[in-house]
């Protein structure tokens, strides 16, 4: 088994078979510590107007899976969900074109991974999948601290109640 299938089929392990997808995956990776999955997904019934929470923590040879939803977790619509339509993504970085206004460079070796990944689109239409990543003091880094703090005190090892019978 390679090691780009073997997240996924780890993940497809913890995961209730008959799963809605999730259309927005957010990662914190630390350098040698623990890495923090959420994925956010519509609850079923719910006329796209409530949303389900899935964590997967991973270090140290051990996963841990927990969930919330929209409904039970007070704020975490606007904190969370809104919030992300409001991410500013990186520049494109073009060699020659200086990114500071005195053209220095700044270079960040090690420290904290962030990874965004969710369906986008142009004026309204949905195009494809956007994905970026970043490092510390950004925005993706803020947004993504923001919603580990936001839905901290919410995780429960059940799955909402919408998604055990879905479909």
Known sequence: MSLMILPAALLALVA???EPMPFLTMTR???GLATT????????????RHYWFRRVESGQGEITVNWTD?????GSRDTVVVAATQVSPPEVAVPGIPVTADGSVVIT???????FEARSHYAGNISSSLRF????????ADYVEDSILALEPCWSEDVPGALQNWP
Request: negative net charge; proline residues 8%.
């Open 109 to 115: 070796l090690d420290g904290v991974q962030y990874s």
């Open 29 to 31: 990776s630390a350098t």
């Open 133 to 140: 990543t970043s490092n510390v003091g950004t925005p993706l």
């Open 37 to 48: 999955q959420i994925e956010i997904g519509v609850l079923p019934g719910s006329n796209q």
């Open 70 to 74: 929209s409904q039970s977790c007070e």
């Open 16 to 18: 209730p078979a008959t």
